[in-house]
Structure formats: C-alpha cells, structure tokens
C-alpha cells in the first residue's frame, strides 16, 4: 500500500556556475529536486511551495507530468520567483553564493492541500524552521514520519524555531558539520546521541563524496557514495538524497532501521545522479532501469566476503 | 598454508600532543604498527629497519613476543634512534611537526634476512622510495605481490625514485589527496586509472574518518570506517590500515579483487582500534575475540536490505 508523501520546500530559479560551465538561469529549488527524485519511486506526492508570476508553465507542466500534486504549490502572479546564484570552487565541496532574491519566498505563507493533511510521511524541505513548522501545524495529530532537512544558516540565525521543529521530527538529514554544530559535540557518535535527544530516533548525516552516516539508538549504518569520474553541478545533490529516502519509505514500507537504511541507498542512487549534469537536467533524463542498475551497483559497492577468522 | 610477509619501515620513538593529553617518548614506527597489526592475523612476518643503542630491550622483546622475526632490524649501537614529535590539531585530521631527527634512519641500508628473500608478501611501509627499491632489489624475480604505502612528502622530494618503486608495486595505500598528486588527475576515478598505468592494479584509497576505496580495472569498492566516539590518537592508522592487509593476503588467499577487499576489511578494523589510544597500545591490548567482533561489527555497518524494487 502506498503511503502519501507531502513535501515543503523551495521551488526556485538558479543560476550556477561550476567548474564545468554556467547554467544560466534555471528551474531550481529544494521541493524541485525532492519531487524529481521522488517521482522515481512512482510516489503519491504534493509539493507545498511559491513561485511569481515569473515561472514557466513549461516547469509547471513538468513537475505535473512526473505526477506531482501542485495543489499546494501557490502563484503569486505579481511577485518574482526565489532567485539563487552561486558559484562552486574547483574541488566542489565550497561554494560561495552570489545573489539570493527572496521575493515571494520572504512572505511564504504554506498551505497543506486538505488531501494531503493525512500524509503519512512528511518531508519539510531545507527551509526557514518557522515555514516548517507552519506545516507541521497543519497537519494535526494523526500518526506521521517526519523528515527534516536544515542546514547551518538556521542554526546561526533562526535557533529557536529550529528546535521547535526538530522536536518534532523523526529523521533529520544534515551534514557532518552541521551535526556538530547542532549538538556541540566533538564527535558525531555523541552528536548524534545528543539529537536523538533532541527529538528524530534518526540522524542521518550526509558527507557528500564520502557517503553518508545513520545513527538509531546504537545501530550505525555507513552508506557509501559511488565515486563519480566528472561531477559537474552538486546542486541539489542533498535535496535528492532527502527526496529517494522519503520517496522510500512512502512505498508502504513501516518506518524501522532496516527502511532507513535501504531509503538513503535510494538517496544516495539518485544524488549519484543529480550531480552528472547541471541543475535537474540528469534526474530529468533518469529512467527506472539505469536507477535500478545503479542500486545493483550500490549493493556491490561494500560487498565482500565472509571470510572472518582468524 | 601462510605466507610470508616482508615488512619494511621505521622502527622509533614517536612524542605526540592530541587533544587528549601528551604520550611522552613512545614506541612508534611504520614497521611498529604494521607488525603489530599483522601479528593479530598469525602470519610469519619479518620486520627489516634500523634503531640505535638507545631502542629498549623491552621494546625488542615486545616486538619479538608477537612473533615478529626481528633479523632484518638492525641495531646500530653508537646511533640513536629515529625520533618524531608532532601535535595534532583539535579536529585530529591536522598535525604539526614539531620535531624530526632522523638520527640512524639517515644512512639506514636494508639487508633482508635469507630466510624471507623468497617472501609471497612483501609491506614497503613509508620510507623514503630509494630504501623501498633496495628491499625490492635483494628478492630476486620470485612471483610476489608488493603492497606500497606511500606520503605527499616522497612525492614533493624524491619522485623519480617514487615512480620506480610505484613501477613495481601491485597494491599502493595512500591518501585521496595524495592520489590526486601522484597522479595529477582531478577526480578519484581518473586518479584511480592513471596510477594502475604507473603499475599497481590496485589502487587503495585511505580516507581516514571516510573508510577506504579500492580500484581495481573496472572494480570499485568502497569500505566504511567505523564512526568511534572519541578518537584519542590517529597516529599509526594508516599503518595499522596496511599491515591487516597485508597480514591477510599473507595467510594463503590468492591475490583477487575479493581477497584485496576483504584484506581492506581487516586493515580498517585494526585501525580503528588504534586510533582509540596513545600509540600501540590499543593494538597490544588487543585480542582476537574483540578484534573478531570488530570484524562482523563492520559488516554490519554496511549492510542494507536488497529489496531494490521501483
């Protein structure tokens, strides 16, 4: 049985510039690249965001034609789309962003389509805390997983609303520094045993190239990172991570350590390919086969013998 | 039937700050930790390098307990032996050194003992090149299989004769960044396949806190490490990392991909137990229930449902 996923994050123009080339102005955003990835698993899922006037029915149409629900999705026909430009560094893992335009993200005001109020996963997109938990308000009491993805900037400026929401979450995905930060922790095993403390029984930390790490109570579970020949854009490569583990666990799976683990597979799967090309171009272009030989491949990847006597 | 395995490196005092407090003069030394490390695997290993008159015999008798051959270590009597004092940064990736004194390593020519010229294994741990090429000149053309670790220092400083002893090296352990520099590549992928065309045809990579990779022709494998809550000294992973390798492609397995990939399992696991004390003492402290444990923990830590349906 399939499960509903609802998914709050940004819809976006970007507008990058990597090593390889400069995109130009592009469809981008957190609730974009979740969709994508998503849409990969067959999914029942609605994307809750903002755009302007200035969105393409062209993105409009192709996020509907991968079967997701932009009821929740508003126009606001006199306002101008999130604008972000960025520029990545030679090694790919900095990057330094050159203009951000809020527009109609700086009043983004969410709304829960009343289908999807009973969404049984719940995936709050990289995102002012305070948008998040507006979402989560929605929603009521109804038995829900809820997946939080954050990153630094809300931990520097908006702390106390994060924690408000991170209370509430069950699986918060972040990055390895940003663990740390979040708990003030030295290590990540006690960073991770402080935000079990902190409300998600899941902390799911992404390292990018190096792969990414699950703590649940004294179960940890390494997953790796295919290494990629030619990384080309890593933008959204996070996003798609979060949206194959939700897509995941919204196939009618129960949420335990073992689901977990096989949806950051399915993360990791997907971000593999995110990266190949510029913006979402390489999820676009994803077919199921190559997704499901690429999960062989994963599978492979860490595999060896049993061989342990000694 | 088990093998031999031929070690070479340093044998010294090592003096280490870590955030943890300070080790005082201890016994260090690539061949050290590569010795100990093998010698949990039971292997008939040798150990071939230089100390002054100033090495305690306890040290000796230490080494010699666990089975190490010790007649390829010479002891220069009027010398003294190689010293190394370094401070590591709060975050344990960085360290300063502080002092080096080469001292008997400075003239040190290696003389392989009779008995291990026909060695199956043979651990060039890391020391300058033209001391590695020495060893490899005194065994003759018998089939062997060379492991070679290596540092960006030998590539800053000596890379001709680097490039000669990479030349006959069928498995090299070094760092992502140093696989960059070797190679000149800008991607571990390409790294990957331009050093098996300077010679080894496997290329293992070590990445600390991030596991390990292994490239082999088209194969990629990717080992985890385990996440450990406080990390006391990183001083001797990597060389604890190599000798379980080569300890394990000693005990009578063929040289395969899964032969190398099981021995990365070993080495990753020896290590980190290492890193959770000052210098070897958590490798002497070390028995072969906890290190069997270490070994099935590992397995675990990679392992994910193969429910890959979409």
Known sequence: MKNKLLVVGTVAFDDIETPSGESGKI????????????????VDAALVSVVGGDFPDDYLSLLRERNLNLEGLKVEPSGKTFYWKGKYHKNLNKRDTLVTELNVLADFS????????????VLL????????????????TSPKTVVLDTM????????????????QTDIITINDEEALQLSGENSLVAAAKKIHSMGPSYV??????HGALMFHKDTIFFAPALPIASVVDPTGAGDSFAGGLAAY???GVKLTPESVKTGIIYGSALASFCVTDFGTSALLNLDKSA???????????VHFDENIDL
């Not at 469809?27 to 067959?42: N, P, R, V, W």
């Not at 969410?110 to 996963?121: H, N, R």
């Not at 997109?125 to 009521?140: E, F, K, R, T």
């Not at 997704?291 to 990847?301: E, I, V």
């Open 27 to 42: 469809l981008g955003g957190a609730a974009t690249y979740i969709g994508l990835a998503a849409s990969q698993l067959s």
């Open 110 to 121: 969410p709304e829960v389509p009343s289908d999807y109020k009973d969404a049984e996963i």
């Open 125 to 140: 997109g990289n995102l002012h805390p305070a948008v998040q938990l507006s979402v989560l308000d929605q929603l009521g």
């Open 152 to 167: 630094n900037f809300w931990m520097d400026h908006t702390w106390d609303d994060l924690l408000l929401a991170v209370a």
């Open 204 to 209: 799911v930390i992404k390292k990018g190239e």
């Open 249 to 251: 666990l919204s196939s």
């Open 291 to 301: 997704l499901k030989k690429r999960l062989s491949a994963f599978k492979a990847l």
